[in-house]
């Protein structure tokens, strides 16, 4: 696996970010016998080419990851679509990965060849003030998987800072569940435990049932809220009641979602997340919340739902709403929700509903242009 050193970022050579290849280098990676299968994007909106790419070199402080499973998030649509600028092309995209560890670097010292592994999607450098305070997620010298690197739609993917970065898998969390959790289900648990700081009896509506929408209602079930799920799509809702959601809202031709989901909930609900990331949801998310209310900003804007309306008098200050911002979780945050996993209180069984080989990738990003498909799709058979 290779690509050019960018400004700013890491390659797939293993070297640093301040790190400058030297060409005989270059040419050695270029010329490597050793090769992989990836899926490898050529141009955007395109079928990502099922091609054999040289292996990805082990950072000093990294280690190579044998990937057995890896899912296909709406994030990775936006990167085959060319709207996140950390892409450039030709691009390995994927970054929720799980997998056994094949080679571990010489400044590594908390991993071994064969632990299983799974790792945030935002990887933190381990050194800075807000990698030692816990917040890797703001780190200013964050590296992102299948984004600003190559990442792990392929036999093998490159963590760099794996002793901050790397977490172990319990036994009892198997690859396609832990890839199918990738950055949904962490992304989720955070939102509502940190973020939203929701409570048992509490009421939470969530915009939008995908993957990561589904994965907050199964996590605030097992919290003990109250939930409300809203989407457009029957099949979605149909899950989200398997999930564990109280009430279901279609909002297809529905004027004023608010309006509608404060009757729901007597008054409003006390934590509101737009799991979607578009204009719509947001505001509907935010006229969802009823006084003093928390909205989670959980899926990414992007194109023109980059930028929004805020009802700033309307809503923000006569109801003294709060807004958070919530991207991702780091290593540290992972435990907790292992052991809710390990105690039998949360059960991620039917989060995963497809799984399939490499080469369909394709096919699955293209059918999120759309109305994607209720559930998690997982990326399970690396080499074909």
Not at 44 to 71: F, M, Q, S, T, W
Not at 207 to 215: A, F, T
Request: net charge negative.
């Amino acid at each position: 696996m290779f690509s050019f050193e960018r400004a700013g970022k890491t390659g797939q050579t293993g070297l640093g970010a301040d790190d400058v290849a030297p060409v005989p280098v270059l040419i050695s990676i270029l010329n490597a016998s050793v090769l992989m299968k990836a899926a490898l994007l050529e141009s955007y909106r395109a079928e990502p080419k099922l091609a054999n790419v040289p292996d990805p070199a082990c950072p000093r402080d990294g280690v190579i990851v044998g990937v057995r499973a890896c899912g296909v998030c709406r994030s990775d649509h936006h990167a085959w679509q060319g709207v996140d600028p950390d892409v450039e092309l030709p691009h390995v995209m994927g970054h929720e990965f799980s997998g056994e560890v094949i080679e571990v670097g010489a400044d590594c010292h908390r991993f071994q060849v064969g632990d299983r592994v799974t790792a945030p999607f935002i990887l933190g450098c381990g050194h800075c003030p807000d990698c030692q305070t816990g917040q890797p997620t703001v780190c200013s010298k964050q590296q992102v998987i299948g984004f600003s690197f190559w990442g792990a739609f392929a036999e093998a993917v490159a963590i760099p800072h794996a002793d901050y970065n790397l977490v172990r898998l319990p036994e009892a969390v198997s690859f396609e569940d832990a890839a199918g959790m990738g950055c949904r289900v962490t992304t989720a648990w955070r939102a509502l435990t940190d973020r939203a700081g929701l409570k048992p009896g509490e009421w939470v509506v969530v915009h939008g049932c995908g993957g990561v929408g589904l994965s907050a209602i199964l996590i605030a079930a097992a919290l003990g809220a109250r939930i409300l799920a809203v989407d457009v799509s029957e099949a979605a809702l149909t899950q989200a009641r398997l999930m564990g959601a109280n009430e279901t809202l279609n909002v297809s031709g529905i004027g004023d979602v608010g309006a509608v989901v404060r009757d729901i909930t007597e008054g409003g609900a006390h934590v509101s997340l737009d799991a979607l990331g578009v204009s719509a949801t947001f505001d509907n998310s935010l006229r969802s919340l009823r006084k003093l209310g928390r909205h989670i900003q959980v899926g990414m804007p992007v194109g023109d739902h980059a930028a929004v309306t805020l009802p700033l008098l309307e809503l923000v200050y006569a109801r003294q709403l709060s807004l958070h911002g919530m991207r991702g979780l780091g290593a540290t945050g992972f435990p907790a929700l292992f052991d809710m996993i390990s105690a039998g209180r949360l059960n991620l069984g039917g989060l995963v509903t497809r799984t399939l080989p490499l080469s369909q990738l394709g096919n699955a990003l293209r059918e999120m242009d759309g109305t994607q498909p209720a559930g998690v799709t997982v990326i399970n058979r690396m080499t074909a």
